[in-house]
């Protein structure tokens, strides 16, 4: 697994987010930024021209089996329990790759249909990046977790870019966050 802080001036301070804990911080000094591969840094180049992604084609969403809902609901229960208190746990627990899905964008679909997830998708973000990722069979190969902010307000969010895509297909605020944590598989 790697983790890379990604530090952004704004206002004469710089922030980033602490990668033991997912507080965003600030500092009156750089944080040194080494991209830790070139995954990353590909991703990163869509964050900043997002125009650049290629559009998620409709598909119907796959039937899974009865099995695999329950691992599903089994796994999102324990992130729920794990919150954003318990960053670096969820964190490593998301990194024991259990794959449901064929990939990224079909794990989002089927995880955007479970109850909690319904009405908060703006709160849920980690919770349902980390789903993804855990349960994605592309995601350690293609994909990056980001964890940004809006300076301005503090406000935090979390996405996924896979290959020349963003897997959510519900996400549509994503692009208004500056990515400060990037998470590799």
């Not at 964050?47 to 598909?59: A, F, G, K, R, T």
């Not at 895509?165 to 500056?178: E, G, T």
Request: proline content about 4%; glycine content about 4%; aromatic content about 14%.
């Amino acid at each position: 697994m790697k983790i890379t802080t990604l530090c952004q001036l704004y206002e004469g301070k710089y922030f980033f987010i602490s990668p033991f804990t997912g507080n965003l911080c600030s500092s009156d000094k750089p944080i040194e930024t080494k991209l830790s591969s070139a995954l990353v840094a590909n991703s990163l180049s869509f964050c900043d021209n997002p125009y650049l992604l290629e559009p998620i084609q409709y598909s119907q969403i796959n039937n899974i089996e009865y099995k695999s809902i329950n691992k599903l609901n089994k796994y999102n229960k324990l992130f729920m329990y794990l919150g954003n208190k318990r960053f670096l746990l969820s964190i490593l627990y998301s990194y024991i790759n259990a794959p449901l899905f064929k990939n990224t964008i079909e794990a989002y679909d089927n995880i955007s249909l479970l109850d909690n997830h319904l009405n908060n998708y703006d709160t849920l973000c980690l919770q349902r990046a980390l789903l993804a990722a855990k349960t994605s069979k592309t995601f350690k190969k293609y994909g990056t977790l980001f964890i940004g902010a809006t300076l301005p307000t503090w406000n935090m969010h979390a996405w996924i870019i896979e290959g020349n895509m963003q897997p959510d297909r519900n996400d549509r605020i994503w692009i208004m966050y500056r990515p400060l944590l990037a998470i590799n598989f």
